[in-house]
């Protein structure tokens, strides 16, 4: 049976470090927010889950992902659940646990890079905290980024089975996370970005190579990637970058 | 052997989720940067891990466990890994996942609860932030604190085995941490908190039954419990709550 992934229909957001893993493993999956109507699928169905009382698991806030009768919520959880169904973590405990690890910490970044253009309320508009997000964003550029970056860059340098993956000598969920990770940072942030990729080649590396990665690739090129908007986590505000 | 917590020897922090489930399950455990250096202990040997450009699984951050040739970094993954060392933790990959689940929204609060009093920068002292710090507050105990009080609460009520515990019958990591949480929010924002409460008995019972726990209450009165203060994550600041 396909995978359900449930996820806002109009951006990338944390959705996308769960398509990503579906895509690169060339899983069968359900965009279900995404699809039609007529075939039972589409936002609504999304909501419903978010709303019914009888669920006993029920998610905090999308993307969740339903597998039969097994329903999970949290980015990072559901990868962990799926790494080792699509063949995107390594088979020992030791692997899983660093490999979500290394997820948890992305996670991190990705919930500092939101709060750069929502650094007071996310039920504010972006128009009203303008001011505090650009002292966010250029804290976010000067700290944050390069400190992130150069952990996951001393991270491939340690591995040692080389520093073509983050963990082992395989792609994993993470490798892919990692990619997406500068792809957003890229389109949010490109001059801070690649001022801090000069100084994390190996990092650099990963996220060209998962580009080239055969069933990314074709995924990427698809009009299943949503492109990046200001409606997403990452989103391009001139005045937020330099 | 011993587990090794390292965290910052001053606040409770995120390390204090990793040690009450230390403490409840009566397990034997070294908080090493609290420790005396003639015994080998200390802040500067939990620096030298940060540091140490051998350890192939760098912690990003404190706290981080050493269990023999194993390191731990980021609370949630931590928990994952002791959850059923300590038998703080269902059985089945389902309840595991889900525990998991709960526990990442509870670090996703514990995110926002810091970030009421650094909504700029971590870099920057409060007193440079405590204009933008004041309405992030005001956001987080308006619309944060209840929604995600409310979740937590639904869960109780909806768990098939009653609502004394988060996931099945017995205690698990997340009903401490839920405890912890409850306690830095009471901590932090005490008349929005207990106003929150008011709709979420469930989650307050939670809270009253682990203070309760013969073991935790044993820890929470001895002086291995390090009392708030505003170096930590909740902070007293009564210019943030109302």
Known sequence: ???????????????????????????????????????????????????????????????????????????????????????????????????????????DVVAEAHDTHHPIATGLYYEDQKKEAVQRAKAFRAQRIPKFLAWFESVLARNPQGPAHLVGARLSYADLSLFQLVEGLLYAFPKATRRALRRTPLVGDVHARAAQHRRLAQYLASDRRIPFNEDGIFRRYPELDA
């Open 1 to 107: 049976m396909a995978y359900e992934l449930h996820y806002w229909p109009t951006i990338q957001g944390r959705g996308e470090f769960v398509r990503l893993a579906l895509e690169a493993a060339g899983a069968d999956y359900v965009d279900v927010a995404r699809g039609p109507e007529r075939k039972g699928q589409g936002a609504p169905v999304m909501m419903r889950y978010l709303e019914n009382p009888e669920i006993q698991t029920p998610p905090f806030a999308p993307p969740f992902l339903v597998d039969g009768r097994v329903i999970i919520g949290q980015t990072s959880a559901i990868l962990l659940y799926l790494g080792p169904r699509l063949g995107l973590v390594g088979k020992s405990e030791a692997k899983r646990l660093w490999t979500h690890q290394l997820q948890l910490t992305i996670a």
